[in-house]
């Protein structure tokens, strides 16, 4: 996972949020659809600057970028420091994680969804959100830079690759929204 980048930049990546207002709140209400109502076991995975978590009500977060836990932290959430890969969180211990736009960071997508499904309790919901590759963001992106500084070192993936992904570590999707290459999926632990 490309950390440093987020590390030196943290600013510019929080502020891409303010600029770029309607298409985070836009994300922000389709998560909001799919995601049950956060309790005190809710977990965002990447939390990054809480920029998701805070509005959604999740107040427990993982992030490898230390700008980024304390941006976070101002914004209310309690932050782990740590990566996906191998997440500091008790078995079974959550009831719902969140990870957005942190897939595409990863260089081995397996053994995270095995750790996402290490800490989930049984039933409980996984909600992807991701940059579809091919899809509008990813091409805008491609024609137009945008988040070039951080999107420069991300591995896209389609919406039938995630499917299979989540099937293959042990989950059930149960919703799927593709709408402007912005997937949104609930899934379920199985």
């Known amino acids: 996972m490309p ?16 600029e770029h207002r309607d298409e985070y709140l836009a994300e922000l209400s389709r998560i909001r659809q799919v995601l049950p109502a956060p309790d005190s076991r809710a977990i965002e995975v990447g939390v990054g600057s809480g920029r998701f978590a805070a509005p959604l009500g999740i107040r ?14 101002r914004r209310g959430i309690e932050v782990i420091r740590g990566t996906a890969e191998a997440l500091p969180v008790k078995d079974s211990s959550c009831s719902s994680i969140l990870m957005v736009t ?9 053994p995270v969804f095995g750790e996402l499904h290490r800490i989930l309790v049984d039933q409980g919901t996984l909600i992807l959100a991701f940059i579809e590759r091919e899809g509008k963001i990813h091409q805008r992106y491609l024609r137009e830079g945008g988040k070039g500084r951080f999107l420069s070192r991300a591995r896209f ?23 402007a290459g912005f997937c949104v999926i609930a899934a379920q632990r199985l």
């Open 102 to 110: 942190v897939i595409c960071f990863l260089d081995d997508p397996v």
């Open 60 to 73: 427990m977060g993982v992030e490898p970028s230390r700008a980024l836990c304390r941006m976070a932290h």
């Open 157 to 179: 993936y389609s919406q039938d690759e995630v499917r299979g992904l989540l099937d293959k570590t042990g989950f059930a999707v149960k919703a799927a929204d593709p709408r």
């Open 3 to 18: 950390q440093d980048v987020f590390e030196e930049y943290a600013d510019d990546y929080d502020r891409w949020f303010d």
